[in-house]
Nanobody, 115 residues
């Protein structure tokens, strides 16, 4: 079983930055990827950024150049540095771990960007 605990959400103004962190524990050995998804009210959950076990990354077009995903293998954490935030980035952000054809999810953290 996998446990994912997110932290770092909050309320900021447009143009400011936030850093999200996700601590993973449990049966995570050999995972394929970790990443961040988000879900805004009335919308489907969407991929924000993902980092694979080999270190490669991919980003949603809407966040390229503004967000950076990174991983600390020693601490089993994945971070999302979010710069130049926009009101349309407002959503609940979920940490994800994909291993053995199974997706695991954190409880989510709210990010609100005011204009």
């Amino acid at each position: 079983q996998v446990q994912l605990v997110e932290s770092g959400g909050g309320l900021v103004q447009a143009g400011e930055s936030l850093r999200l962190s996700c601590a993973a524990s449990g049966s995570i050995f050999g995972f394929s990827s970790m990443g961040w998804y988000r879900q805004a009210p009335g919308k489907q959950r969407e991929l924000v950024a993902r980092i694979y076990s080999g270190g490669s990354t991919n980003y949603a077009d809407s966040v390229k150049g503004r967000f950076t995903i990174s991983r600390d293998n020693a601490k089993n954490t994945v971070n999302l540095q979010m710069n130049s935030l926009k009101p349309e980035d407002t959503a609940v952000y979920y940490c994800n771990l994909y291993r053995g054809f199974v997706n695991s999810w954190g409880q989510g953290t709210q990010v609100t960007v005011s204009s």
